[in-house]
């Protein structure tokens, strides 16, 4: 996969106006943004709308934990909107999974990606819920079910990908978050890595976020961490 479609900019932004600057400042160099919750509900949809009409790819990143019947219309809904990955929080369970799945046939562009342990979380996290395996453990369990659900892919750390891309094989997408060039604060990310790294190790997408959306200049920034992918 060429640079050019693996590096996902994250616009954690609490304004539309904040986000439609990123996007102009970076031009026609990065064509996939990841929207969040945090956007989604500031913006609403119609951000979205505006960029896959600039044709640009969106990873709508909401984490659906939900009945299963309310997750399937959330998938068609970013659907509807044109999005090209959509995830889903595989802690629900191959219902859930298996619902999105679903529901993302009729959107031949729509992957479903299962979330399976946010990179802010430590073995320590994991036992304060129960969960008494470590990350690794229970990041490799949960991509088990979110294959055998028909999920498209995962989201994990960069420290898990090697270990995924031998549980999950060639095809599978592995998005990683949590990855800052080197020498940047990881910030939140408990299991964070290079963007270089990951793509070393097999992942399909990085998600690259305040290196690029925080710079002075962002433009050169992304050019950087898009250089800094070939290995």
Do not use: W
Request: charged share 20%.
């Amino acid at each position: 996969m060429h640079p050019n479609h693996q590096v996902i900019v994250a616009l954690d932004c609490d304004r539309r106006e904040t986000a439609e600057e990123i996007v102009d400042r970076l031009g026609d160099a990065c064509r996939f943004y990841k929207v969040g919750l945090e956007l989604l509900t500031a913006a609403g949809p119609a951000f979205v709308e505006h960029l896959v009409a600039q044709g640009k790819e969106v990873f709508l990143d909401l984490k659906l934990f939900e009945i299963p019947n309310s997750v399937a219309g959330a998938v068609r809904a970013a659907g509807t909107l044109g999005v090209s990955m959509v995830t889903v929080h595989s802690m629900g369970g191959t219902g859930i999974m298996t619902a999105a799945v679903d529901a993302a046939r009729d959107f031949p562009h729509l992957r479903v990606l299962a979330l399976t342990v946010v990179t802010s979380m430590t073995d320590e996290d994991l036992a304060d819920i129960g969960v008494g395996e470590s990350t690794e453990e229970q990041v490799l369990r949960l991509a088990r079910l979110a294959a055998k659900a028909g999920c498209h892919g995962v989201i994990a750390s960069p420290q898990e990908v090697a270990a995924l891309r031998g549980v999950l094989g060639s095809d599978a997408l592995i998005v990683t978050p949590g990855v800052t060039p080197h020498g940047d604060s990881p910030a939140e990310h408990a299991r964070p890595g290079t963007p270089r790294a990951a793509i070393a190790a097999g992942a399909s997408h990085v998600v690259v976020g305040r290196a690029v959306t925080r710079a002075t200049d962002p433009a050169a920034a992304f050019r950087r961490v898009r250089a800094g992918l070939v290995v």
